[in-house]
């Protein structure tokens, strides 16, 4: 084979791999039906595809993105990869946080779920505010680790010296992945549409949250671990971290209205002092327009799957209760009797000997 048969083969080879990976990413978001209208970023963090890196050249290939995303794609292709990882670690913990309320978070039905997150309910916030802040811890990690060096890299900003201890070289770049990952979702807001809009309000909290969640984290130097001399750097939290501080924030959710002859939200009260008075609580809470359906009948339309036969907690007070989650219908108590090992001895040398317990497990399900 001559050089340049090699030259033209090579070239060939390289534009058969970029379109095949443009397929597979194609592939990703297509498993999910189209008309859903899920973004890009959901609908292949939702899917089981694997993920390859993406290159700018396949960035209009990919179903779900506003044309401001594929511009933005197109410049820093190198964060897509991050971005889906970051929103199904978000998505993930949606559903773990939710498992035992009467909204599941059903992230593994998109036909269902796909209906809540084109709202602007108590429940679409949580989830904007949670994948907001998995795709920004998603990318800042991307940076500490250097593996998007031309756009980002870890944070040496740092420089002060406190008494006995130093600032480490790097701390995670919680400020790069803020930025893009804000640029990024920027991209799906419209300024004429109070549910986008008030979807942007949610992932910037979203946001705020790992940012304030940043860990000062120290190591000890000196001899036998004397813990002579330290060196300290800023970490990001992990996601169950941020995930704790907006339940927290859903629980006590702050509601907006639209004003349709400014075109911006503004806090929901008929009294304009109280009005003013909430302006400034807005950026610290997450929001919402629409009050959340019951949930408690299953109902496609609205993306409720009921809670009849849904596990509950007969002896607290709160989300989880069996009188919240069954909505008042009541629940069947299950017992289940098993003999295991219990009251173990070890007996010198070498032998352990055990009694055999009755153990009742109970199980509450919603009627």
């Given at each position: 084979?001559?050089?340049?048969?090699?030259?033209?083969?090579?070239?060939?080879?390289?534009?058969?791999?970029h379109r095949l990976s443009a397929q597979?990413?194609?592939?990703?978001?297509?498993?999910?039906?189209?008309?859903?209208?899920l973004p890009y970023h959901i609908a292949?963090?939702?899917?089981?595809?694997?993920?390859?890196?993406?290159?700018?050249?396949?960035?209009?290939?990919?179903?779900?993105?506003?044309?401001?995303?594929?511009?933005?794609?197109?410049?820093?292709?190198?964060?897509?990869?991050?971005?889906?990882?970051?929103?199904?670690?978000?998505?993930?913990?949606?559903?773990?946080?939710?498992?035992?309320?009467?909204?599941?978070?059903?992230?593994?039905?998109?036909?269902?779920?796909?209906?809540?997150?084109?709202?602007?309910?108590?429940?679409?916030?949580?989830?904007?505010?949670?994948?907001?802040?998995?795709?920004?811890?998603?990318?800042?990690?991307?940076?500490?680790?250097?593996?998007?060096?031309?756009?980002?890299?870890?944070?040496?900003?740092?420089?002060?010296?406190?008494?006995?201890?130093?600032?480490?070289?790097?701390?995670?770049?919680?400020?790069?992945?803020?930025?893009?990952?804000?640029?990024?979702?920027?991209?799906?807001?419209k300024a004429n549409d109070s549910t986008?809009?008030?979807?942007?309000?949610?992932?910037?909290?979203?946001?705020?949250?790992?940012?304030?969640?940043?860990?000062?984290?120290?190591?000890?130097?000196?001899?036998?671990?004397?813990?002579?001399?330290?060196?300290?750097?800023?970490?990001?939290?992990?996601?169950?971290?941020?995930?704790?501080?907006?339940?927290?924030?859903?629980?006590?959710?702050?509601?907006?209205?639209?004003?349709?002859?400014?075109?911006?939200?503004?806090?929901?009260?008929?009294?304009?002092?109280?009005?003013?008075?909430?302006?400034?609580?807005?950026?610290?809470?997450?929001?919402?327009?629409?009050?959340?359906?019951?949930?408690?009948?299953?109902?496609?339309?609205?993306?409720?799957?009921?809670?009849?036969?849904?596990?509950?907690?007969?002896?607290?007070?709160?989300?989880?209760?069996?009188?919240?989650?069954?909505?008042?219908?009541?629940?069947?108590?299950?017992?289940?009797?098993?003999?295991?090992?219990?009251?173990?001895?070890?007996?010198?040398?070498?032998?352990?000997?055990?009694?055999?317990?009755?153990?009742?497990?109970?199980?509450?399900?919603?009627?």
């Amino acid at each position: 084979m001559t050089f340049v048969e090699c030259t033209v083969f090579s070239a060939v080879f390289l534009l058969s791999v970029h379109r095949l990976s443009a397929q597979k990413h194609l592939a990703a978001t297509t498993l999910l039906d189209p008309d859903l209208r899920l973004p890009y970023h959901i609908a292949t963090a939702m899917s089981s595809a694997e993920l390859e890196p993406i290159r700018k050249g396949n960035c209009k290939r990919l179903y779900g993105l506003s044309t401001s995303q594929v511009d933005w794609c197109k410049k820093n292709s190198v964060f897509f990869r991050p971005i889906v990882i970051g929103t199904r670690l978000g998505l993930n913990e949606c559903k773990r946080r939710f498992a035992r309320r009467r909204w599941s978070c059903p992230v593994d039905q998109p036909n269902i779920f796909s209906k809540v997150l084109n709202t602007a309910t108590p429940e679409a916030a949580f989830v904007h505010g949670i994948e907001s802040a998995g795709i920004t811890l998603a990318i800042a990690r991307t940076c500490s680790r250097g593996d998007a060096l031309s756009h980002c890299a870890c944070n040496k900003s740092q420089q002060a010296v406190g008494q006995n201890w130093t600032w480490g070289s790097c701390s995670d770049d919680f400020q790069s992945g803020d930025k893009f990952a804000g640029e990024f979702l920027s991209g799906m807001v419209k300024a004429n549409d109070s549910t986008s809009t008030i979807a942007g309000l949610n992932h910037r909290f979203g946001r705020k949250v790992v940012g304030k969640s940043m860990q000062f984290l120290c190591k000890c130097h000196g001899f036998s671990g004397s813990c002579v001399q330290k060196t300290c750097w800023y970490s990001l939290p992990t996601i169950g971290v941020v995930a704790e501080q907006l339940l927290r924030k859903y629980d006590k959710i702050f509601r907006v209205v639209w004003n349709s002859t400014e075109m911006e939200v503004a806090p929901f009260a008929s009294d304009p002092l109280k009005q003013s008075l909430k302006q400034s609580r807005m950026t610290e809470k997450l929001v919402y327009q629409q009050p959340s359906p019951d949930y408690c009948e299953p109902n496609k339309a609205i993306g409720s799957l009921g809670t009849h036969g849904r596990e509950c907690e007969p002896r607290i007070a709160g989300p989880t209760s069996c009188d919240t989650v069954c909505c008042q219908r009541g629940y069947n108590e299950r017992r289940r009797i098993a003999s295991q090992r219990c009251r173990c001895r070890f007996h010198w040398c070498c032998r352990v000997e055990c009694d055999w317990c009755r153990v009742v497990s109970k199980k509450y399900t919603c009627w």
